[in-house]
């Protein structure tokens, strides 16, 4: 991941902020992410974010789920170790199905909360910047990344236009990182220098 | 003020009335079998008719329950459409007639010899006899009176509640509440007939000796999911003649996760049913699935499964396939099919067994039904507009998203 330089830009109503995501897409600049105290409606719309493949991903690991509590079963009981329970015939299909069934769900389960994990960068143990405190409180947060160090001011200033009641410029670690101590103090260093 | 009206076509009433006829001439038809004095002939005649509309009332009270169940976890979702089922319940009395008139005709008109209800006269056969105190002729008389009347009573309530809720004082929210009120009555009446005791008297008595207790759930989940399509149909159908422009892609896709998700459910109750009586093996519990899967009706039996499970769940499983017009009227009008031969193998093997037929008779009688829901329905839809104007969720569902 890469170190890179941001300006960010709080706003504390959600009337402010839709024309202001408005205005930041239309500017030509290049949005980072929009973070927010809870899931506002509408915001991903706004935001122009397509619809992940999540439940895809979902399909391919349900089938596996499937295929695999459907081939090892049938291997056990047909070739593998047969027994004959009450009268049935080995491959007892019928019988096979709610532990396919289960197996199919938590498949899907598990490598859906797993992808969902990767897909945000959450997991336990890792550490993401946090670009304001109070962006889990009760200020709505746009990060726009400077691409080009010459326009910062420029960056600052288009988004004091739009409303904002706080803005900053950061360095910061776009993306996710185990919360190491080196890591940790590699980050508070550059933080500091800038 | 928001107006919307819809007037019937000529073509669809003339529809309506060839269906019909072509009913009215299979029941005629279906006389000769009557008198022909040939046994599997009289039973015939008289399951037909019970298979038939006992399906069409289950699948027009599943409007009201979905009212009900709307109505009480107050779903905005359904208000933009929700004429068609409230006209779809308010006829649910000219199908609840025609039922009480065919299941009285065959346990009180035929004489000591019942082809189809067994229990009528037991003739010294001891489970039956056992079973009397619960299965005779006054118990069955009583439920099938008071649940079809309490079903006729509250669809025609709640479309009178919906229409008395147009011409109310604006914000007024009384005959709302009174609307929550009768949904929680309707929903505990539902429980205890359909979702209990009816399918037991009408259908599960058929097989007398034979019982199940998930049966009603089963059952319920199959008119539920037909109605669920039904009601696809008729929204589809306004949306077609230029009505109800605020039904969009969002409310299609909802019905469709309805058809999609209950179509699963019917499939978990009937192999739950299935599953337990094939592992568990007893003798007087197997002869149903016996006769059903391995004896003559064997294909009926796997086009069921292929029908209401295969095909939903393939089909309807992806997001543009839901919100597409084509693919959900398609299985709209598959899954109500499907669930046709479902009470099809329900109810023929009883008194069939193996003299089963599926022409003219069996069909001419569907296609009536068919022909008098599409009339009376068509006919109640007209006579108001079709915007809930007064509706505290009008806004919520104009800008529902799915």
Not at chain 2, 42 to 54: D, E, G, P
Not at chain 2, 276 to 298: C, D, H, S, V
Request: glycine share 8%; charged share 15%; hydrophobic share 50%.
């Amino acid at each position: 991941m890469a170190v890179k330089k941001f300006a960010v830009a709080c706003y504390d109503d959600e009337a402010v902020l839709f024309p202001a995501v408005d205005k930041v897409r239309n500017s030509g600049y290049k949005l980072h992410d929009v973070y927010t105290p809870f899931p506002v409606h509408g915001l991903d719309v706004a935001l122009g974010q397509k619809e992940t493949d999540l439940h895809i991903a979902g399909f391919c690991y349900g089938i596996t789920g499937t295929a695999t509590a459907l081939g090892f079963m049938s291997w056990i009981f047909t070739k593998d170790w047969s027994i004959n329970y009450g009268g049935k015939p080995f491959f007892a299909l019928p019988a096979f199905i709610p532990i396919t069934f289960e197996l199919t769900v938590m498949f899907a389960a598990v490598g859906m909360v797993l992808t969902y994990c990767y897909l945000n960068q959450i997991m336990p143990g890792v550490k993401k910047h946090v670009f304001h405190p109070r962006q889990s409180d009760d200020l709505f947060v746009i990060v726009m990344e400077i691409t080009d160090p010459a326009s910062e001011g420029e960056i600052v200033d288009f988004l004091k236009t739009t409303g904002a009641v706080e803005t900053d410029v950061q360095i910061a670690e776009e993306g996710w990182w185990y919360g190491w101590w080196h890591k940790e103090e590699a980050y508070q260093n550059q933080k500091q220098l800038a | 003020m928001i107006t919307d009206r819809f007037e019937v076509p000529s073509r669809l009433k003339t529809t309506g009335i060839v269906l019909l006829l072509i009913g009215v001439a299979a029941l005629v038809g279906g006389f000769a079998g009557l008198l022909s004095g040939n046994e599997y002939e009289q039973a015939r005649f008289w399951t037909v008719l019970l298979q038939n509309s006992v399906f069409f009332l289950f699948i027009s009270s599943a409007s009201i329950f979905i009212q009900a169940a709307a109505g009480l976890a107050q779903g905005g979702w359904i208000v933009a459409y929700r004429r068609v089922p409230e006209a779809i319940g308010a006829n649910v009395w000219v199908f609840g007639l025609v039922a009480l008139v065919v299941l009285f005709s065959i346990v009180f008109g035929i004489g000591e010899h019942n082809p189809v209800y067994h229990w009528v006269h037991p003739h010294g056969d001891k489970v039956l006899e056992g079973k009397a105190t619960f299965l005779n002729k006054g118990m069955f008389a009583g439920f099938s009176i008071v649940t079809i009347g309490l079903w006729s009573w509250f669809g025609i309530k709640f479309r009178a509640m919906s229409l008395a809720e147009d011409i109310a004082p604006r914000n007024s929210t009384k005959i709302y509440w009174k609307m929550v009120a009768m949904s929680g009555a309707f929903l505990f009446v539902y429980a205890l007939t359909m979702m209990s005791t009816t399918p037991w008297f009408w259908i599960m008595s058929i097989d007398a000796h034979w019982y199940s207790t998930l049966f009603s759930w089963y059952v319920f989940a199959s008119s539920f999911v037909s109605g669920m399509a039904l009601i696809l149909l008729w929204t589809v159908y306004l949306k077609n003649r230029g009505n109800l422009e605020f039904v969009n892609k969002e409310h299609m896709h909802d019905l469709g996760k309805f058809m999609f998700a209950f179509s699963i459910f019917w499939t978990y109750l009937w192999f739950a049913q299935f599953m337990l009586i094939w592992y568990a093996n007893i003798p007087e519990e197997t002869t149903y699935f016996k006769i059903r899967m391995q004896g003559p009706y064997a294909f009926f039996f796997w086009a069921n499964l292929i029908l209401n499970f295969v095909l939903p769940i393939l089909i309807l499983m992806t997001r543009p396939s839901k919100r597409n017009y084509f693919t959900v009227v398609f299985m709209a009008m598959t899954i109500i099919f499907g669930h046709w031969i479902d009470f099809y193998v329900m109810t023929m093997p009883g008194p069939l067994q193996q003299h089963w037929h599926l022409n003219w008779y069996e069909l001419g009688i569907a296609c009536g039904f068919i022909g008098l829901m599409i009339l009376v329905v068509s006919r109640t839809l007209a006579k108001t507009g079709l915007v809930l104007v007064n509706n505290p969720f009008l806004k919520e569902t104009l800008i529902h998203v799915s």
